[in-house]
């Protein structure tokens, strides 16, 4: 395994990123609605070089029963990382880690689900990485609101999901792998599209004045990131006949 | 951290909240009485048992050398872990750690990792061959709220007193572990628009929305996670954060600095 330093690497080369990118851009992102059978709901998201699907199952009956609510749907979010979707093959099953991004990004979808709607239930999030290269998280929760959507679980807004990071001393947006490995900092954040923060996590060094602009850029980024899920769904859904007259498409 | 909380209780601490108070008393950005015991177990390297309020935590830290990562061959490891063993709650349940488990002891090794307060390149014995590992575990012992802060001051305390025990290894003289930080975390409920710091079981209970944030000796930040399903508003994070870093100061310069 080659051994390298943050100071081994130049972050920029005449005022772009490594990847030809500015300061300030996202790495091309394309969502896919439906893209499986069994699901209720599903969609295939590629952030930059990640490959993440989510299928959402519900709501549903909870199993082992004792877990169920009387007034109100549980959530359940299961992250889980391919083994090849690593560099080094990753042991199969969760890990501390997936825990805990298990946790956060569940934290980060429940709050516009309306579970009072299907008490003693379960609505199931699975979310597969089947490539990573920085920010699956996001991506997963990017693909896995989409997915809720698209099994018509009721919800107050749309979850968009992005993260800003530190490197060479530069706030950037939306991190890819070289940057994240050997960057400064990481702030993810996931957000509904009236600027209400649903998650936002934080490791490396910022200054109180570099928190504040990693989080609007985040937020710019996830706004982005909003247009594209809201034009996948209509996409799949609508067709737009006439200005403000709009059919559902029956396949 | 989810507990049973009876309507009416929620109910009391909602008026009084209203009004601008708390059940015990405290101002919202208050903490409980904190105190520290250093080297209370005698084993460990290094240990520490924290009290906030009733809230009781004990961190004992272990050392040991053993193999480096791949990826790092001339950096010592740490290892955090965190029990919630049963004694502590009634919500508690024994067995393998549950999630609220791991993201309590993946934070605290966050605060302990990312503000860089040990000197991991320090703690290599032979490059690629032998480092030493530093085990952090943090043994929750009763938990009346905000069992994070105190898990983490606990942390930092703890290895604050520890020394690595070399010559056990016949690696030459014992020394004190060098620290070069001192991360604090300080946590925020957020609940109508009222953000209340180190908050009490109770508490906890009624909100669904709390920050962390992690912040270091010259007053930037390290760390920061939201737990709960809740939401916050952007210039309510920048709110908690700024008292945060105010109250991370305090704490820091009354029981780490003296």
Same mark, same amino acid.
């Given at each position: 395994?080659?051994?390298?330093?943050?100071?081994?690497?130049?972050?920029?080369?005449?005022?772009?990123?490594?990847?030809?990118?500015?300061?300030?851009?996202?790495?091309?992102?394309?969502?896919?609605?439906?893209?499986?059978?069994?699901?209720?709901?599903?969609?295939?998201?590629?952030?930059?070089?990640?490959?993440?699907?989510?299928?959402?199952?519900?709501?549903?009956?909870?199993?082992?029963?004792?877990?169920?609510?009387?007034?109100?749907?549980?959530?359940?979010?299961?992250?889980?990382?391919?083994?090849?979707?690593?560099?080094?093959?990753?042991?199969?099953?969760?890990?501390?880690?997936?825990?805990?991004?298990?946790?956060?990004?569940?934290?980060?979808?429940?709050?516009?689900?309306?579970?009072?709607?299907?008490?003693?239930?379960?609505?199931?999030?699975?979310?597969?990485?089947?490539?990573?290269?920085?920010?699956?998280?996001?991506?997963?929760?990017?693909?896995?609101?989409?997915?809720?959507?698209?099994?018509?679980?009721?919800?107050?807004?749309?979850?968009?999901?992005?993260?800003?990071?530190?490197?060479?001393?530069?706030?950037?947006?939306?991190?890819?792998?070289?940057?994240?490995?050997?960057?400064?900092?990481?702030?993810?954040?996931?957000?509904?599209?009236?600027?209400?923060?649903?998650?936002?996590?934080?490791?490396?060094?910022?200054?109180?004045?570099?928190?504040?602009?990693?989080?609007?850029?985040?937020?710019?980024?996830?706004?982005?990131?909003?247009?594209?899920?809201?034009?996948?769904?209509?996409?799949?859904?609508?067709?737009?006949?006439?200005?403000?007259?709009?059919?559902?498409?029956?396949? | 951290?989810?507990?049973?909380?009876?309507?009416?209780?929620?109910?009391?601490?909602?008026?009084?909240?209203?009004?601008?108070?708390?059940?015990?008393?405290?101002?919202?950005?208050?903490?409980?009485?904190?105190?520290?015991?250093?080297?209370?177990?005698?084993?460990?390297?290094?240990?520490?048992?924290?009290?906030?309020?009733?809230?009781?935590?004990?961190?004992?830290? $272990?050392?040991?050398? /053993? &193999?480096?990562?791949?990826?790092?061959?001339?950096?010592?490891? *740490?290892? @955090?872990? #965190?029990?919630?063993?049963?004694?502590?709650?009634?919500?508690?349940?024994?067995?393998?750690?549950?999630?609220?488990?791991?993201?309590?002891?993946?934070?605290?090794?966050?605060?302990?990792?990312?503000?860089?307060?040990?000197?991991?390149?320090?703690?290599?014995?032979?490059?690629?061959?032998?480092?030493?590992?530093?085990?952090?575990?943090?043994?929750?012992?009763?938990?009346?709220?905000?069992?994070?802060?105190?898990?983490?001051?606990?942390?930092?305390?703890?290895?604050?007193?520890?020394?690595?025990?070399?010559? $056990?290894?016949?690696? /030459? &003289?014992?020394?004190?572990?060098?620290?070069?930080?001192?991360? *604090?975390? @300080?946590? #925020?409920?957020?609940?109508?628009?009222?953000?209340?710091?180190?908050?009490?079981?109770?508490?906890?209970?009624?909100?669904?929305?709390?920050?962390?944030?992690?912040?270091?000796?010259?007053?930037?930040?390290?760390?920061?996670?939201?737990?709960?399903?809740?939401?916050?508003?952007?210039?309510?994070?920048?709110?908690?954060?700024?008292?945060?870093?105010?109250?991370?100061?305090?704490?820091?310069?009354?029981?780490?600095?003296?």
């Amino acid at each position: 395994m080659i051994v390298m330093d943050e100071t081994d690497i130049t972050f920029f080369k005449d005022g772009l990123r490594l990847d030809g990118r500015r300061a300030d851009q996202l790495r091309p992102v394309k969502i896919e609605v439906g893209v499986l059978a069994r699901a209720d709901g599903s969609c295939y998201i590629e952030m930059g070089g990640n490959k993440v699907i989510a299928a959402v199952y519900g709501p549903r009956e909870v199993h082992p029963r004792h877990l169920q609510e009387v007034s109100r749907a549980i959530v359940r979010y299961r992250y889980n990382m391919a083994s090849f979707s690593v560099e080094e093959r990753k042991r199969p099953g969760p890990d501390r880690r997936s825990y805990e991004l298990s946790k956060v990004s569940r934290e980060a979808l429940e709050p516009v689900i309306l579970t009072s709607f299907f008490p003693r239930s379960v609505i199931d999030v699975f979310v597969e990485v089947l490539q990573a290269d920085a920010g699956t998280r996001t991506a997963g929760i990017n693909a896995a609101a989409v997915a809720l959507a698209d099994a018509g679980i009721p919800m107050k807004s749309m979850i968009s999901s992005c993260a800003a990071g530190k490197v060479a001393d530069t706030i950037v947006l939306d991190p890819m792998k070289e940057e994240d490995n050997f960057g400064q900092a990481d702030l993810p954040i996931a957000m509904t599209p009236n600027g209400d923060i649903t998650l936002i996590q934080m490791d490396g060094g910022l200054t109180t004045d570099e928190f504040h602009r990693a989080v609007e850029m985040a937020m710019k980024g996830a706004r982005d990131i909003y247009e594209i899920q809201r034009q996948a769904l209509l996409n799949k859904y609508c067709q737009l006949t006439e200005p403000g007259h709009v059919e559902a498409v029956v396949q | 951290m989810t507990s049973v909380i009876s309507e009416i209780k929620k109910d009391f601490i909602y008026n009084l909240l209203l009004k601008g108070e708390r059940a015990d008393g405290r101002t919202f950005d208050q903490y409980r009485e904190i105190s520290i015991q250093r080297d209370v177990i005698r084993k460990a390297e290094g240990s520490a048992l924290v009290k906030l309020g009733l809230s009781q935590v004990l961190v004992g830290v $272990k050392m040991q050398p /053993g &193999e480096p990562f791949p990826d790092s061959p001339n950096r010592g490891v *740490i290892i @955090t872990n #965190a029990e919630l063993v049963p004694l502590a709650s009634p919500s508690f349940e024994p067995g393998p750690p549950n999630e609220v488990g791991i993201e309590l002891a993946r934070l605290v090794d966050r605060g302990v990792r990312e503000s860089k307060a040990v000197d991991l390149e320090a703690l290599c014995i032979v490059p690629g061959k032998q480092v030493w590992i530093i085990f952090i575990d943090v043994h929750i012992l009763d938990d009346c709220g905000n069992i994070l802060d105190a898990a983490s001051l606990g942390a930092i305390a703890a290895l604050l007193c520890t020394k690595v025990p070399a010559s $056990k290894f016949g690696l /030459g &003289e014992d020394y004190i572990l060098p620290i070069r930080d001192l991360p *604090i975390a @300080t946590s #925020a409920i957020e609940f109508n628009d009222v953000l209340m710091f180190d908050p009490g079981v109770d508490e906890e209970a009624i909100a669904n929305t709390k920050l962390t944030i992690i912040s270091t000796i010259d007053g930037n930040i390290c760390g920061t996670q939201k737990s709960g399903t809740g939401m916050l508003k952007p210039e309510q994070v920048y709110r908690i954060i700024d008292i945060a870093c105010e109250k991370a100061k305090e704490i820091r310069e009354k029981f780490l600095e003296a």
